[in-house]
């Protein structure tokens, strides 16, 4: 009888400690990944005067880190399977930090945006490791919990970002303004290393399979020649070489797919597997996750470069704006569990479309007043329109995964931040096209009116989510072993 359904306590507890404490290291590197795209957006008027740097050099400053994150994701998590996740992931860990300390010391604009596609690649390979990584960690029955957890953390970053900004630009500790900006992410890579290396057991996934390099070049080549288009686009609008770039983008990617069909009909190991999307929840999900980092990335760099350009607001009043929304934003992730329980997926649909609302009431505002904005009158306004992106965004990635069995779960490791990212890229460069070429109060008005139509559109979407089952909590304790 014995090992039937026995387990040594303390070897349970110790087991449970290492995977919270895997999950701390885990937490660490999403959110330098995350808040690496909005914490620069703060800061980025002060490079761009220290740095001479030019409307085109502050957008790759901005989208050259996710679009080398992107282009980098689909790849990791392929080597992470065939090498290891754990050995891949300290060495990006490494890497990232050194890329940061590159950037925190760059003196010229071409050098910083060089620092920053560097920056991205370690990025891209230590945020494929994470989500296979957590779910080998725990057991089915918590992935809710943590997935949940993972999204907060991400999104907690994007909000976080423009507010340490602010407070790092204003403390100016030992003349480096916005250095620390990049330089911030020393000690939390340190202590992202320390606890991988001693508690992250995760190993290689696949045995004897090769990388597919077919897959590589095709998956980079179109992200990059989309990415490529939209920033001819924002430099000098619509044009014949736009179009043909953006066909031949769309293109490769359909060659990407049917690439993949093809390997996967043969036996061989693909670099995504395109029958993910068969699943309805993940389907949906797709969409909905694209469209919201898009969105919101462009949002958080708008509102940003609007309060400090347009209303001639300082760095750290900017940072305190933003504070606002992240409160809001912390109430929404608090409440959202207990909502999608009562109410499903309308629950997330309500939320966004709050957060529409709000926007355009945003847009409206501005028209009303021409910029002179009463900073009481909107601190409601703002909370509201945090809390609604709170409840969504928490909740969409377990939801969008509650569909997937545990094989498939691993499969997501990658796909899933390159649709964050390609949102997060493509996002910022379709509506900075607006933004950018119209820098001015009427550019910002036509930019959150541009995010209030895509945020009632995704809401809209939302409510074609499969409804998430629902979990009583009795499926497995907490030492439930994980899968490995």
Avoid: K
């Avoid at 349970?12 to 999403?30: K, P, Q």
């Avoid at 996740?85 to 300390?101: E, P």
């Avoid at 190991?269 to 969105?295: C, E, K, Y």
């Avoid at 760095?315 to 305190?320: E, F, K, S």
Wanted: a positive charge; aromatic letters at 8%; charged letters at 10%.
């Amino acid at each position: 009888m014995a090992g039937i359904g026995v387990r040594n306590p303390t070897a349970a507890v110790r087991g449970e400690l290492a995977a919270w404490l895997t999950f701390g290291a885990c937490l660490i590197s999403v959110f330098m990944q995350m808040i690496d795209v909005t914490i620069v957006n703060t800061a980025l008027p002060d490079i761009t005067r220290d740095l001479a740097a030019s409307s085109s050099a502050q957008l790759l400053v901005i989208s050259g880190y996710s679009l080398a994150f992107a282009c980098t994701l689909l790849t990791a998590a392929r080597l992470g399977a065939l090498w290891g996740r754990r050995r891949l992931f300290l060495v990006a860990v490494v890497a990232f930090t050194a890329a940061s300390l590159w950037c925190g010391m760059s003196t010229g604009a071409t050098e910083l945006v060089i620092a920053r596609i560097v920056q991205g690649i370690a990025g891209g390979a230590m945020a494929a490791q994470t989500l296979a990584i957590l779910a080998a960690s725990f057991p089915r029955s918590r992935h809710p919990q943590v997935f949940a957890l993972y999204g907060l953390a991400a999104g907690g970053a994007g909000m976080v970002g423009p507010i340490l900004g602010g407070i790092l630009l204003t403390l100016n500790l030992w003349g480096l303004g916005w250095h620390w900006v990049f330089l911030i992410n020393l000690p939390l890579g340190i202590v992202a290393f320390a606890l991988a290396a001693r508690f992250l057991h995760v190993g290689a996934e696949s045995d004897g399979a090769r990388l597919d390099l077919g897959g590589v070049v095709l998956s980079a080549a179109s992200l990059l020649a989309l990415l490529y288009a939209l920033a001819d686009v924002q430099q000098h609008g619509w044009r014949a070489l736009s179009v043909v770039i953006v066909l031949a983008a769309i293109a490769l990617g359909a060659g990407f797919l049917v690439y993949q069909r093809v390997l996967i009909r043969r036996g061989r190991g693909p670099l995504m597997r395109p029958d993910l999307f068969a699943n309805r929840g993940f389907a949906v999900g797709s969409i909905l996750v694209t469209g919201f980092f898009g969105m919101f990335t462009a949002f958080v760099f708008a509102a940003s470069i609007t309060l400090q350009d347009e209303l001639h607001f300082s760095a750290l009043r900017t940072g305190i704006a933003m504070t606002v929304f992240a409160l809001g934003a912390g109430a929404g992730a608090l409440a959202a569990p207990l909502l999608v329980r009562r109410w499903g997926v309308r629950s997330l649909a309500g939320g966004i479309a709050l957060y529409a609302g709000c926007m355009a009431v945003a847009a409206v505002y501005l028209v009303l007043t021409d910029g002179a904005i009463s900073v009481a009158l909107t601190v409601v306004p703002v909370f509201v329109s945090g809390l609604g992106v709170g409840v969504f965004g928490l909740q969409l990635q377990p939801v969008m995964l509650a569909g997937l069995d545990q094989g498939q779960m691993g499969e997501t490791s990658g796909l899933l931040p390159t649709l964050e990212q390609i949102g997060n890229a493509v996002g910022l460069a379709v509506l900075s096209t607006v933004f950018f070429r119209a820098h001015t109060l009427g550019g910002s008005i036509a930019m959150f009116a541009a995010i209030a139509v895509a945020a009632a559109g995704l809401a809209g979407v939302t409510l074609l989510l499969p409804e998430p089952p629902r979990h009583d909590g009795t499926e497995a304790g907490l030492t439930d072993p994980a899968p490995r």
